[in-house]
């Protein structure tokens, strides 16, 4: 019996490395929260494409929006981490500390939710990949899978929709629309933006101009 649970626990392991070697080179085929968007929505919208062909306004916006740090930390921005715990003990909008990398992580190996496995395994994925993969794929990685709207899933899906240009037309503008979303890209809607979401996007546009892909 234990020989057998060994052999299973072994071939998960051996069966996880190939993924994240394979992960460094190819897009995923498809990802948990896809299907959970393709059964909710009836539609799975999306269009990978590489790193190069994303231009480069809708990455400083992202990164603005979402971890400014993205270029310096080793995965884990951790000022991040206690000023978003500080913040939520206030009781405003609930604000998270994840970096691109561990949202990463979470998109292409995991599931949605917030129960400590899952955080777990969130963090040893964000520390292999940060090793294995290096900066620019995890950005592609992310920029391709993460879900932009119902059913859109990756930036150039979220250009064709809301804006119908590729991401690397996309002006300084239309791209903090897109990042602007970000992370309830199903409540909010850069084409009938709510006040929050106009402030936000004023607020990527300065932060963009600190931006350096490097």
Sequence with gaps: ??????????????????????????NPPVTLTQIGGLFEYQK?????????EMGTNVKKAVIASEDQSFFTHKGFDYKAIENAMKHNESGKRIRGGSTISQQTAKNIF??????WVRKGLEAVYTFIIEIA?????????????????????????????YFHKS???LTKSEAAWIAAILPNPKQYDPKNPSAYLKRKHTWIMRQMNNVSLK
């Design 1 to 26: 019996m234990w020989k057998k649970i060994k052999k299973i626990f072994l071939l998960l392991i051996l069966a996880n490395i190939l993924f994240i070697v394979w992960g460094k080179f190819f």
């Design 44 to 52: 799975l919208q999306r269009d990978y494409i590489s790193y190069d």
């Design 110 to 115: 995991l599931w949605q939710g917030r129960s």
């Design 133 to 161: 993969w290096g900066k620019d794929v995890i950005l592609e990685r992310y920029l391709n899978s993460i879900e932009m709207g119902r059913g859109v899933f990756g930036v150039e899906a979220a250009s064709q929709y």
């Design 167 to 169: 991401s690397a037309s």
